[in-house]
């Protein structure tokens, strides 16, 4: 079974650390969504995990190896900001690392009507 796993995580900004031995693994065919206050490192452990940023420590496997360009190019990701929530789903030009438009996500989402 190919799964996606952090391995204990960490990453500072200067003396802030966002991100402190995060483990995490997601089984194929879960869907997983991150809840928690701002400043909890949601989008740290996302960025790298998708290789957008380093960590200081940890690790990134699929399928329980590193996860390399070519598996990071199959991952979609939709960030959010204060002005998009799944009630006001995402234009339909916007596309994602996967190559699938973010509206063709949300659908398969079931987060449009």
Known sequence: MRDLELRGLSKSFGTVRALDDCSLTVHEGEIYGFVGSNGAGKTTAMRIALGVLAADAGEVLFDGRP???????????????????????????????????????????????
């Open 67 to 113: 996860l390399d360009h070519a598996a990071r190019a199959r991952v979609g990701y939709i960030p959010t900001s204060p002005s998009s929530t799944a009630s006001t789903p995402p234009p339909p030009a916007t596309r994602c690392s996967s190559g699938r438009t973010a509206s063709a996500l949300a659908d398969a989402a079931g987060m449009r009507s």
